[in-house]
């Protein structure tokens, strides 16, 4: 489906100079001299290359929509990652490089959404929010308010995030997956 260059939102996936590209971020740009633009940093799909691009209203550009599917995490093997289709029961293996970041917040059993084009994975989504146990906390040091200072805290599955001061070792927190930020106290 083709759309105008200033009809671009984040999230949307394009198909453009012979890739498919998420837009990541966008500004609208309306200069004094000349027509308005908008400026969008792109994300490719496949290899993880970013670029900045202006798209002018009178260009358009293909938007692609892609298939979604619900799989199951499974297992790690060596730098592969095995999920497993909710429907059919068929597993698949991806590079782990795939999430990111992300991936060090995998659980077993853990349900993801796959987006796939032409049948094909393209990304991983999980939950934007996961549980995990501080395994270290920093002493708090005395004097400091509590309300704007954080420490560093070591969680379970290796990942630092900056908690309160009142958190400590053995405390089970909600993380924001993307951000790897500390979110709330697990209930």
């Known amino acids: 489906m083709k759309i105008s260059g200033v009809d671009i939102r984040p999230g949307n996936i394009l198909e453009f100079e012979g890739g498919l590209w998420r ?3 966008i500004q609208h740009t309306q200069p004094g001299k000349g027509g308005a633009y908008m400026q969008v940093e792109l ?4 290899d993880g290359r970013k670029s900045q691009n202006r798209f002018r209203s009178s260009e358009t550009v293909e938007r692609v929509r892609l298939d ?3 799989f199951q995490f499974l297992y790690v093997d ?5 999920f497993m289709d909710k429907d ?3 597993q698949i293996t991806l ?3 795939m999430l990111g970041d992300a991936a060090a917040f995998l659980q077993d059993g853990m349900e993801v959404v796959l987006e796939l084009y032409e049948d094909r994975p393209i ?3 999980l939950p934007d929010q996961v549980e995990a146990t501080i395994v270290e906390a920093d002493a708090v040091v005395k004097g400091q308010t509590a309300s704007s200072s954080y420490k560093p805290a070591l969680l379970d599955n290796g990942v630092r995030v900056m908690v309160p001061p009142h958190i400590t070792a053995g405390t089970r927190i909600v993380v924001d997956v993307y951000a790897q930020e500390y979110v709330k106290r697990a209930d």
């Open 95 to 97: 590079p782990s490089d």
């Open 78 to 82: 060596g730098d592969m990652l095995v």
């Open 68 to 70: 979604t599917k619900d």
């Open 123 to 125: 990304s991983v989504q």
């Open 23 to 25: 837009a990541v971020k």
């Open 88 to 90: 059919t029961y068929d």
């Open 43 to 46: 994300k490719n799909l496949i």
